[in-house]
């Protein structure tokens, strides 16, 4: 088994459709990290996914998972990943029983009894046809399988999404435990950015195909802020600092990159901290400059 420093490597990876594209986006995510990525519905995530595990094939660029190139090394690869989508890959007519003999016989770590805790830890029947889950139910018995063949890379495309608050909880807490031995990695793609609030490492932002912003999450909290002013103090503010500004009523909200020295140079005005929430949006409307509420 070979050593890697980074569980993903995606590098200047291009692919062009008629009517939208991934646009030379890179980014990393290094062994042990949970990676959040982040973007709209239609922002490009699961075109990079599925770009990730050779389903969809790139014009351009360079993906490497767990140190292996993602088409040479396709079938080794994917003996060590998990996959999570949001739509259940399984027939209705299977139950979780038939699942586990068919995965037995894929994947050569699986592990029948680390499976069955997780069935019975998700309260999952296990004679039940599958066309009878909840989508709740169904996401759960995905997670399951992926976390029972030793995998050493999870990625997953809207896991969460559906899910009541109780079990996103229940789930994220599972993905936690995974993490333990720092060997192991997740991406993890979702718009519901106060799961990754609590949980990721790293968050990577896409729209309309390009990378906005990819780093630890703390360091990118941390560095943008939100300042609340009047009209007249907005030509105050050092434009290189500015992400967007968004309008009201009253004045502005400015987010900025530099919450340090906005702090300096701003001290009159409120500048609050920001959530990877208002990071997100206030980077979609970048192109923007001055946008409305």
Not at 120 to 129: I, T, W
Request: hydrophobic content about 40%; some cysteine.
């Amino acid at each position: 088994m070979n050593e890697y420093e980074n569980a993903i490597e995606v590098h200047g990876v291009s692919k062009n459709y008629k009517d939208f594209g991934l646009d030379n986006i890179s980014f990393d995510v290094p062994k042990g990290c949970i990676m959040g990525f982040i973007g709209q519905n239609g922002a490009g995530k699961t075109t990079t996914i599925r770009s990730m595990l050779n389903i969809t094939k790139i014009d351009s660029g360079e993906i490497r998972l767990l140190g292996l190139d993602h088409v040479q090394d396709e079938a080794e690869i994917k003996k060590r990943i998990a996959v999570v989508f949001d739509d259940l890959p399984f027939h209705d007519m299977f139950t979780a029983k038939d699942i586990a003999k068919i995965f037995e016989g894929m994947y050569p770590e699986w592990n029948n009894i680390v499976y069955c805790n997780y069935i019975n830890r998700f309260e999952l029947p296990y004679d039940k046809k599958i066309g009878k889950f909840s989508k709740g139910m169904k996401m759960k018995l995905q997670i399951a399988c992926a976390l029972s063949h030793n995998a050493e890379l999870l990625i997953m495309d809207e896991a969460t999404a559906g899910l009541d608050p109780v079990v996103r909880d229940e789930i994220l807490h599972i993905f936690m435990e995974y993490l333990q031995d720092g060997e192991r990695s997740i991406l993890m793609s979702s718009h519901i950015t106060s799961d990754l609030e609590k949980i990721a490492d790293m968050v990577t932002f896409i729209n309309k195909g390009r990378i906005l912003l990819t780093g630890y999450k703390d360091d990118i909290i941390e560095r943008h802020g939100i300042i609340k002013c009047g009209f007249d103090r907005m030509t105050k503010i050092d434009p290189d600092d500015i992400v967007s500004i968004r309008m009201n009523n009253f004045g502005a909200e400015i987010m900025v990159n530099n919450k340090e020295k906005a702090l300096r140079e701003c001290s009159d005005c409120v500048i609050d901290s920001a959530s990877i929430d208002d990071i997100m949006l206030f980077y979609v409307h970048r192109y923007d400059k001055e946008w409305l509420i």
